[in-house]
């Protein structure tokens, strides 16, 4: 490049001879960088006409002193050669530079300025986001995390591992979920001349492995989520009996079934202070509205609501004393009116009250009553001694009257199931 002449700014009349800026549509017009970020215009050049940058090559970036006398020419060949040659092919960077800078100083500058510089930590992100598949992710192929990673060993001794085939270390059973699983990949092999069925054939074959594997990983989790490893060692059982619990009523174990479909969705604890958080919020519910009903009456302090409470228990037993004494005179009155239509009837101081009863919800007169079932009765016992015998019944008993008398001797004892 052939040397240049001394260059002026034509705002401030600084030298510009290494870098200016020239407009493209005014005449003369060169501006140094100070001049054109600040916008300066002057006689028919604005700030927003086209410009073009004229670079001499011999200025620097960074300064003297911390480039060790890199020119921007330099500078423009060293991003020209990463771009190129790749970072770590420090021979052929040097060479594209030029003769003067050695492979150790290309390094060093790109790696001090580039990477650790100022340019660097303003452009290189602290964490890189991902641009490829990460097959090691929760969500991901056969060797993520989920899959690889063992859960903390179970707190159970020797001879409880040994009931239950289970190796600590491992986090593994003797017998696992689907035990022939691994009978899917162990006949597979990679091979060249393996046409695309057969790969994906094989894909085929792994993707299934792959989903035995959570599943057995899932049901592990279940196992652990819900304690059900001590639960079938009986551990859970003297647990409860160490710390015994509040009784649970009849309301909350049909909430309890109600609410089976969310034990997928949360693990035995979380379930437990769930209901539990339900039942403080019930009981504060029942206790906020015994506070209301105290200020409805007029209450305002604690001490005055023991005696409110004694009174109002004592209304209640009262009242309830008054229920029980009339419902007894009911009872009595209802007894007597109950037989008013055979009591005046003959033969009514011969019936029981059971048969009084009987007497009377089937409109039967007393006389008539005693006559069935004397020839119910004599029947029954001929029948018994083997003496044939033709019962007569009356007339007015037909066959509704009959079933219901035979019913009624029966369950008092005076006849025996096999004759009725």
């Not at 160490?242 to 997928?264: C, S």
């Not at 069935?372 to 019962?391: A, E, F, M, N, W």
Request: glycine share 6%; proline share 5%; aromatic share 8%.
């Amino acid at each position: 490049m052939a040397e240049l002449g001394k260059k002026y700014c034509v705002y401030c009349l600084a030298e510009v001879s290494p870098l200016r800026f020239r407009c493209t549509e005014c005449a003369d017009i060169e501006l140094c960088p100070e001049c054109f970020s600040a916008g300066a215009e002057i006689g028919p050049h604005r700030r927003w006409h086209g410009y073009q940058l004229v670079d001499g090559g011999r200025f620097t970036l960074w300064g003297a002193e911390a480039e060790g006398g890199w020119s921007s020419r330099e500078e423009q060949l060293l991003l020209d050669a990463i771009e190129q040659f790749g970072f770590g092919n420090w021979e052929d960077m040097a060479a594209h530079v030029g003769a003067s800078r050695t492979p150790q100083e290309v390094m060093e500058h790109y790696v001090s300025m580039y990477i650790h510089g100022n340019l660097g930590k303003a452009c290189i992100p602290d964490t890189i986001p991902n641009r490829v598949t990460d097959h090691t992710c929760p969500s991901g192929g056969p060797l993520s995390p989920s899959l690889t990673t063992p859960l903390p060993p179970l707190d159970i001794s020797v001879a409880e591992q040994q009931q239950l085939g289970y190796m600590p270390l491992r986090d593994d059973y003797e017998i696992e979920y689907d035990q022939d699983a691994e009978t899917l990949i162990s006949g597979l092999s990679v091979n060249y001349d393996d046409d695309d069925v057969e790969i994906e054939l094989k894909r085929a074959h792994v993707d299934m492995y792959v989903r035995k594997l959570k599943e057995r990983q899932r049901r592990k989790n279940i196992a652990r989520d819900y304690n059900l490893v001590p639960a079938f060692l009986g551990k859970d059982k003297k647990d409860k009996e160490k710390a015994p619990k509040r009784k649970i009523t009849k309301e909350e174990k049909e909430l309890r079934l109600k609410l089976r479909p969310l034990y997928q969705f949360m693990s035995c604890k979380e379930f437990e202070d769930f209901f539990e958080n339900m039942h403080k919020e019930r009981v504060l519910r029942a206790k906020i509205r015994e506070l209301q009903r105290y200020r409805r009456n007029g209450i305002t302090k604690m001490e005055e609501s023991a005696e409110y409470e004694a009174a109002r228990h004592k209304r209640e037993k009262r009242k309830e004393n008054k229920n029980i004494a009339s419902s007894k005179r009911g009872k009595e009155e209802g007894k007597e009116g109950e037989f008013a239509a055979i009591e005046n009837l003959p033969g009514f101081e011969l019936l029981s009250d059971r048969e009084k009863v009987l007497c009377s919800s089937l409109n039967l007169s007393p006389a008539r009553y005693v006559t069935v079932k004397t020839i119910i009765i004599k029947d029954h016992l001929q029948k018994r001694q083997g003496i044939p015998s033709k019962s007569r019944l009356p007339s007015y008993l037909d066959k509704v009257l009959k079933k219901r008398i035979l019913n009624f001797l029966t369950e008092s004892g005076w006849i025996s199931r096999d004759a009725s």
